[in-house]
């Protein structure tokens, strides 16, 4: 039998840290160490195997340093981390070897999976733009999931030879037409009651295609915390990033 993996959540207080520090209770082969809501109190999770970050992307970068200057493996869930941040992540495993980073834009396997048939489809398609949802207490603008699904589907494009998506807007209020990730338009809306929603949209001549995820409440984000809490001690790149691998994507 494996024995039980020692947790801490950065983040405790929050909408996903909350859920988190649940879900580690509630799981038989996790225990809680701490979870903590401020930067000062991060020696309390000193002896956790991993730590759970769902705080803020202001802070992240910071707390990941910390982590691996202590040699604790971590399991990031806070958005905001475009290629320069993964390339500092790198540099700080390098300086540490024997820790680990999974980082994952969405821990949703049906969102996951909603990333990607959105890059299997994307060399099919003129067009493809990206719309999220989610709740107005949201700190950033575009999602993490929306980026990375955007950054997957202008690579696939880019492999296939694709040109760029035919767009006549000649004249445009600044924003109409969303912001650009990697060439494909993401728009961004905070709609009250809504947790974290996505429609990818393709088409061509004759032919859409909508994939849409939806997630209904923080819990569907758990299964996927809780699998790279127990796999990332293990995991093969010292850091991941995405759940895909982890599920065999
Ligand atoms: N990857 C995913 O599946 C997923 C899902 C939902 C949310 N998120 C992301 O997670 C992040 C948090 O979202 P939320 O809705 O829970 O936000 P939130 O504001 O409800 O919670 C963040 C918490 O972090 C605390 N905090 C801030 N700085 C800290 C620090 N240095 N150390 C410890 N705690 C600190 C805050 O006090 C707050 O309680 C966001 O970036 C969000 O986009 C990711
Ligand atoms: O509620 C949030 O904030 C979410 N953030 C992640 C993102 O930015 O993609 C994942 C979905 C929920």
């Given at each position: 039998?494996?024995?039980?993996?020692?947790?801490?959540?950065?983040?405790?207080?929050?909408?996903?840290?909350?859920?988190?520090?649940?879900?580690?209770?509630?799981?038989?082969?996790?225990?809680?160490?701490?979870?903590?809501?401020?930067?000062?109190?991060?020696?309390?999770?000193?002896?956790?195997?991993?730590?759970?970050?769902?705080?803020?992307?202001?802070?992240?970068?910071?707390?990941?340093?910390?982590?691996?200057?202590?040699?604790?493996?971590?399991?990031?869930?806070?958005?905001?981390?475009?290629?320069?941040?993964?390339?500092?992540?790198?540099?700080l495993l390098d300086a540490?070897?024997?820790?680990?980073?999974?980082?994952?834009?969405?821990?949703?396997?049906?969102a996951v999976l909603m990333?990607?048939?959105?890059?299997?489809a994307a060399p099919y398609?003129?067009?493809?733009?990206?719309?999220?949802?989610?709740?107005?207490?949201?700190?950033?603008?575009?999602?993490?999931?929306?980026?990375?699904?955007?950054?997957?589907?202008?690579?696939?494009?880019?492999?296939?030879?694709?040109?760029?998506?035919?767009?006549?807007?000649?004249?445009?209020?600044?924003?109409?037409?969303?912001?650009?990730?990697?060439?494909?338009?993401?728009?961004?809306?905070?709609?009250?009651?809504?947790?974290?929603?996505?429609?990818?949209?393709?088409?061509?001549?004759?032919?859409?295609?909508?994939?849409?995820?939806?997630?209904?409440?923080?819990?569907?984000?758990?299964?996927?915390?809780?699998?790279?809490?127990?796999?990332?001690?293990?995991?093969?790149?010292?850091?991941?990033?995405?759940?895909?691998?982890?599920?065999?994507?």
């Amino acid at each position: 039998m494996r024995p039980v993996i020692k947790v801490g959540v950065f983040g405790a207080l929050g909408r996903m840290g909350s859920e988190v520090v649940r879900a580690v209770e509630a799981a038989a082969d996790t225990e809680l160490v701490a979870g903590i809501d401020s930067p000062d109190e991060r020696e309390k999770v000193l002896g956790s195997d991993v730590v759970v970050d769902f705080t803020h992307p202001d802070v992240v970068m910071d707390n990941l340093r910390w982590l691996v200057d202590h040699g604790i493996h971590a399991v990031v869930g806070t958005s905001g981390f475009d290629e320069a941040k993964l390339a500092e992540v790198r540099r700080l495993l390098d300086a540490r070897p024997g820790v680990n980073v999974l980082v994952a834009p969405n821990f949703g396997i049906a969102a996951v999976l909603m990333m990607h048939f959105a890059a299997k489809a994307a060399p099919y398609f003129e067009s493809a733009e990206v719309i999220e949802l989610h709740h107005p207490n949201k700190a950033d603008a575009p999602s993490g999931t929306a980026y990375r699904t955007a950054e997957l589907i202008g690579a696939a494009r880019a492999e296939a030879g694709l040109a760029a998506a035919p767009d006549a807007t000649t004249s445009e209020l600044p924003g109409a037409r969303g912001a650009q990730v990697e060439g494909v338009r993401v728009h961004a809306l905070r709609i009250t009651g809504m947790i974290a929603h996505q429609e990818v949209v393709f088409g061509t001549h004759g032919e859409t295609l909508t994939i849409r995820h939806d997630s209904m409440n923080r819990e569907s984000f758990m299964p996927g915390v809780l699998l790279g809490v127990r796999r990332v001690a293990d995991l093969p790149d010292r850091l991941t990033v995405g759940l895909e691998s982890l599920l065999g994507l």
